[in-house]
C-alpha cells in the first residue's frame, strides 16, 4: 500500500495539488456565505457553488481520464506494468489512493451551501457532502474506464466531460424526484391542497370520487378554466398535489449518493475484467511459468518443426 | 528450457516456434517490419498471440524499442519505483550500472539523452533481477564505444547471474562473438534457428569456374554468378573441394545477408 501512496503522489502529485487547493477554497467561500451574508463575499459564494456544479467534472477529466490513457500514450505501460505488480493491483493501489482521496475532496466541496439560507432546501439538493462524495468516485470511475477504452488523453478527457455530463443531468431530470414514492395533499372544492412549507411540489390535478387522480376530459381541457368545468360535470370532487416533504432531503441525498456509488462499481468492475482479460496486456512476470519437467516435453510434442530442428542441431 | 515459443502467431509474426535454454544469449535478427519487436512483445507478455503459446521460465524484464520511462521521474525515482514495484530488487546493481555509465543523478529522464534514457531503463530491467532479459534494440541509441561497454556488461551479467539474454537487431556487426544463438526473422518467418558456431561451421562459400550447379553436396543458400565466375554458399557442413574450386567460411554478417537476401 506504502507503494502506491508513493507511486500516486510521485506522478500525480501537481494534479491531486491543484484540485485540493480548488476543494479547499470552494468549501471556505460556501462555509463563509452561508446565512445570506453578502458584499465582497457574494460573488465568492456564487463561484463556490459553480465548483460544487463542477468538482466531480473535474475529477472525472483531470484525475479519471489520464491516468491510463496517458500510460498507454506515451507507451510508459512498458514500465507500469512490466514490473511484478500485475496492471490489475496497479489498478487497485492507484484507485485505493486515489478514490478516498476524490470522496474526501467532494465532501469537502459539499460541506456549505453558500446562498441557499439559513435552512436547508431542495434547490440546494447537490450541497451535500454525501452527494458530492458520490459525483467525485463516480467521476474518477468514469474517467478511468473512458481512458483504457480510449488510449488517448485529450480524446479521454472529451469523452469523459460529455458522458459526466449526460450521467448528472440524466439522474437529475429522471430519477431524482422519485427516490421514493411522493406524498399526497387532497382537498375538497372548498378549498385547495398545500405543499408544506419548503416542500418539492411534483405534480397536481383532479382527483375523481375514489380520491384517485382523474384525467381531464376533452370538453374540460378546451375551456380556458377546467376547473369550473370538472365541478360541475362531477368528473372530480377536488383537486391534489403530490410532493417531497423537505423531511426527506438528507434521505434523498443519501440515496443519490448509493446510485452513483453503485454506478461507480460498475464502471470499476468493467474496467477491471478488461484489464484482466481483453485489454491484451497481461502480468508481464512469470505470466506463463514452464514447470521444469512436464512443460517442454508436451511442447515438443505439439511441435514437431522444433522438435526436428533440436533433432537436427 | 527457459524461453519456449511454440507456433506463436500475432500480426506480421507467422508459425515461430523455438526454445532457448538457460543462460543463452540469442540474438534476433531481421529487417525492417520483419516482426522482431512484436515477437519480444509476446514473450514479454504484453501482447497475447493469435495462435501458439510462449512461455518462460522465472521472471521477465523487458526493455521495449523506444525505451519508455516518465519523463518526470528523477533518476533517483526510477530506482525507487524498482524497488517499491519488484518483490526482488538489487539496488547495488542497478546503481552500478548507472555509475558506470555515469548517468547524471539529479537530472529528470526528459532531460536525459537518448543514450543515457537507454542506461536507465536497462538499470530498472538488470536491478529486478530478472532470469529472462528481453532487450529490443538496445544499442540503437549507443555510441559505437558505448556499444562495446555495454554488450561486455551485459555479457558479463549474464554468464555471472545465470540470465538468459535475448536482444534483438538489425546491425549484424553487433552480434558477432556476443551471441552464442541465431533467430533469424524475414516476414515474420523463422529463417534460420541455430548455434552460431554450428552454423559459422556449417555454411561454406565454394568460388569457381561458372557452373549452373552447385559443386557440393547440400542445401544451397545463395548462388552468384558472374561472367566467368560462379560463388555458391552452401550449408555443406565443410565438405573439401578440388582445385580449380576454393573454399572459405563466411563470416556471420555474410551469412545473415544471404539468408535476407535468398528470401527477399
Not at chain 1, 23 to 47: P, Q, R
Request: with cysteine.
Amino acid at each position: 500500500m506504502n507503494t502506491f501512496v508513493w507511486l500516486t503522489w510521485r506522478q500525480h502529485r501537481w494534479t491531486i495539488l491543484a484540485t485540493a487547493s480548488l476543494a479547499l477554497l470552494a468549501a471556505f467561500t460556501l462555509v463563509s456565505t452561508e446565512g445570506g451574508k453578502v458584499g465582497s463575499m457574494m460573488m465568492a459564494g456564487f463561484y463556490g457553488l459553480l465548483a460544487q456544479l463542477l468538482f466531480g467534472g473535474v475529477i472525472s477529466m483531470f484525475w479519471g481520464a489520464p491516468l491510463i490513457a496517458r500510460e498507454l500514450e506515451e507507451r510508459t505501460y512498458f514500465v507500469a506494468w512490466g514490473q511484478d505488480v500485475t496492471p490489475t493491483k496497479w489498478l487497485r493501489g492507484k484507485m485505493l489512493v486515489l478514490g478516498p482521496l476524490a470522496v474526501l475532496l467532494g465532501a469537502l466541496v459539499g460541506l456549505g451551501d453558500g446562498f441557499g439560507g439559513p435552512q436547508e432546501s431542495w434547490g440546494m439538493f447537490e450541497a451535500s457532502p454525501f452527494v458530492q462524495g458520490g459525483y467525485a468516485i463516480f467521476g474518477l470511475a468514469l474517467g478511468v474506464f473512458i481512458g483504457l477504452l480510449s488510449r488517448h488523453v485529450v480524446t479521454a478527457m472529451a469523452a469523459t466531460l460529455v458522458f459526466y455530463t449526460l450521467a448528472r443531468v440524466l439522474p437529475a431530470v429522471l430519477l431524482r424526484d422519485h427516490y421514493l414514492p411522493s406524498k399526497r395533499d387532497i382537498a375538497r372544492w372548498e378549498s385547495t391542497p398545500v405543499v408544506p412549507h419548503r416542500g418539492l411540489e411534483i405534480g397536481n390535478g383532479f382527483v375523481g370520487a375514489d380520491l384517485r387522480p382523474v384525467s381531464v376530459p376533452d370538453k374540460c381541457a378546451e375551456l380556458p378554466n377546467p376547473n369550473s368545468c370538472m365541478r360541475n360535470t362531477k368528473t372530480a370532487i377536488g383537486t391534489y398535489v403530490d410532493y417531497q416533504p423537505i423531511e426527506r432531503l438528507g434521505l434523498f441525498q443519501f440515496i443519490e449518493f448509493i446510485v452513483f456509488v453503485l454506478l461507480a462499481g460498475v464502471l470499476f468492475a468493467v474496467t477491471f475484467r478488461l484489464l484482466r482479460r481483453g485489454g491484451g496486456w497481461k502480468p508481464s512476470r512469470s505470466h506463463r511459468r514452464i514447470d521444469s519437467v512436464a512443460e517442454p516435453a508436451q511442447t515438443v510434442q505439439s511441435t514437431p518443426d522444433t522438435a526436428a530442428a533440436h533433432a537436427e542441431g | 528450457m527457459s524461453v519456449v515459443a511454440a507456433e506463436v502467431s500475432k500480426w506480421a509474426v507467422r508459425n515461430v516456434s523455438f526454445e532457448l535454454p538457460p543462460g543463452s544469449v540469442t540474438a534476433v535478427v531481421g529487417a525492417n517490419g520483419s516482426g522482431k519487436s512484436t515477437l519480444l512483445n509476446v514473450l514479454a507478455g504484453h501482447l497475447p498471440p493469435e495462435s501458439g503459446h510462449t512461455a518462460v521460465a522465472g521472471r521477465v524484464a523487458y526493455v521495449p524499442q523506444h525505451k519508455p520511462m516518465y519523463k518526470g521521474f528523477k533518476v533517483a525515482d526510477v530506482l525507487e519505483f524498482g524497488r517499491r514495484m519488484n518483490t526482488v530488487w538489487d539496488n547495488e546493481r542497478a546503481d552500478e550500472w548507472l555509475t558506470r555509465f555515469k548517468v547524471p543523478r539529479r537530472l529528470q529522464i526528459g532531460d536525459l539523452s537518448g543514450g543515457q534514457r537507454t542506461h536507465v531503463t536497462l538499470a530498472l530491467a538488470l536491478g529486478s533481477r530478472p532470469d529472462v532479459l528481453l532487450l529490443d534494440e538496445p544499442l540503437s541509441e549507443l555510441d559505437p564505444l558505448a556499444r562495446r561497454k555495454v554488450v561486455g556488461e551485459l555479457l558479463t551479467e549474464v554468464s555471472d547471474k545465470s540470465m538468459t539474454l535475448i536482444f534483438s537487431t538489425h546491425v549484424v556487426a553487433e552480434i558477432g562473438g556476443v551471441a552464442d544463438r541465431l533467430l533469424l526473422l524475414a516476414d515474420g518467418r523463422l529463417l534460420v534457428d541455430g548455434d552460431t558456431d554450428e552454423l559459422l561451421e556449417q555454411h561454406v562459400l565454394y568460388t569457381g569456374p561458372r557452373v549452373s550447379e552447385s559443386p557440393v553436396e547440400g542445401p544451397v543458400v545463395l548462388a552468384k554468378h558472374s561472367k566467368s565466375q560462379s560463388s555458391y554458399l552452401v550449408r555443406s557442413g565443410g565438405t573439401q573441394i578440388a582445385e580449380p574450386w576454393t573454399a572459405r567460411y563466411v563470416t556471420l554478417e555474410e551469412l545473415v545477408v544471404a539468408h535476407l537476401e535468398r528470401a527477399a
